[in-house]
């Protein structure tokens, strides 16, 4: 007895060709399912019988020609095969760096955090305090800060207050670390970064008519960061806010203070000028 033709798409076919069509389908369904459970052949890693100090070599040959992404790649390899010795040791610092450079600050600090954690006597753990400091020091600004010179002061202090606390633990815990000098400049100039943050607050809160906050925020910056250049701004502001709030006698108070600590102050000739972004319509 004759079988009966299958016809697919318009086409004759023997059952034999659905057959092994069929199959393929099935193959194809379950090829990810094999993959997922180990039972495919890997690819092959060259790298598999290299020894510590060959990944090394080749991370910090990555590291030095600015590679972070091949460097990471040799550095995690390496940490994960010989967790143990100088070489991973020196691996977990330069990942924290490379992290950092390639743009991922979050794992950078990680990084500095697991090897104080791993590591708090090791020779170079003060580098590591360092290294905190700087990452969160001066973070990029992005084209808004680009476009309209934006300065640090007017930035969420956040990363500045991160970045001065990480290097205060340095300078505290290593006073006679080399980068202790460094670090004690850094501190210096982000002082006077927060410090100047509150005042363009007051600033702020002044011009929009708010006078009591710019009160609270001026009174705030000249108890917090006395000595820094954005004191005689946060004095100004606080006779400016007294005297619309119709306060004289505390205003008053805030003159004297003013001209006798700032006694040739411009502000009293060119008065509150604010550096004013092109994008800014106030």
């Not at 993959?35 to 990555?62: F, H, M, N, V």
């Not at 010179?149 to 930035?155: G, L, M, T, Y």
């Amino acid at each position: 007895m004759r079988s009966v033709p299958v016809i697919v798409r318009g086409e004759r076919q023997s059952p034999p060709f659905l057959l092994r069509r069929l199959r393929v389908l099935v193959f194809s369904a379950l090829l990810p399912l094999l993959a997922a459970c180990g039972l495919l052949p890997a690819e092959i890693d060259q790298t598999a019988d290299w020894s510590a100090a060959r990944l090394y070599t080749e991370a910090k040959s990555a590291f030095d020609d600015k590679n972070w992404e091949e460097a990471l790649k040799y550095y995690q390899k390496l940490e994960s095969r010989y967790p143990y010795g100088r070489y991973a040791q020196q691996a977990q610092m330069e990942v924290a760096y490379a992290h950092w450079k390639d743009g991922d600050e979050a794992a950078a600090l990680a990084d500095c955090e697991r090897f104080i954690r791993l590591h708090p006597n090791h020779p170079s753990v003060d580098y590591m305090y360092y290294l905190k400091g700087l990452i969160t020091f001066n973070g990029d600004l992005g084209y808004m800060g680009y476009f309209s010179s934006q300065d640090q002061s007017e930035r969420d202090p956040k990363s500045a207050q991160e970045s001065f606390d990480a290097l205060k633990e340095l300078v505290t815990r290593f006073p006679e670390s080399k980068y202790t000098p460094d670090a004690q400049s850094r501190m210096n100039y982000l002082v006077n970064t927060l410090a100047a943050h509150e005042v363009h607050v007051a600033r702020y809160y002044l011009k929009r008519g708010a006078y009591l906050a710019a009160v609270n925020r001026s009174q705030y910056a000249i108890k917090t960061y006395p000595n820094t250049p954005a004191l005689e701004e946060a004095n100004y502001i606080l006779v400016l806010a007294y005297d619309r709030l119709n306060m004289p006698e505390l205003r008053d108070d805030a003159e004297r203070v003013m001209r006798l600590n700032f006694p040739d102050s411009i502000y009293y000739t060119q008065g509150l000028e604010p550096k004013k972004a092109w994008w800014d319509p106030f």
